[in-house]
Nanobody, 116 residues
């Protein structure tokens, strides 16, 4: 059973930084891509960033230049470094793993609060 455990969320002032981590376990055959999504109160969950098995990255326009996604294969962990945070970045951040057809997994989420 694939499990994704996020950590690193918290309260930060606008302009500050946070690093989110997503520790994965149970992936017998690895993943095609892993990513981060976020959901603000009353809004839909939206894409933030993703990284493929070979390290190709993709970002939402709203976070380009401020957020960086990376992975540590040895630790089965994906990171999201978030810099220059804005109040509109506040949300619950969810880790996602695409491991193949009908194998899509989500973590429990970690909240990020940005004070202005």
């Amino acid at each position: 059973q694939v499990q994704l455990v996020e950590s690193g969320g918290g309260l930060v002032q606008a302009g500050g930084s946070l690093r989110l981590s997503c520790a994965a376990s149970g992936m017998l055959f690895g993943f095609n891509s892993m990513g981060w999504y976020r959901q603000a109160p009353g809004k839909q969950r939206v894409f933030v960033a993703a990284i493929t098995r070979i390290g190709t990255t993709n970002y939402a326009d709203s976070v380009k230049g401020r957020f960086t996604i990376s992975k540590d294969n040895a630790k089965n962990t994906v990171y999201l470094q978030m810099n220059s945070l804005k109040p509109e970045d506040a949300a619950v951040y969810y880790c996602n793993a695409d491991c193949g057809p009908r194998e899509n997994y989500w973590g429990q989420g970690t909240p990020v609060t940005v004070s202005s």
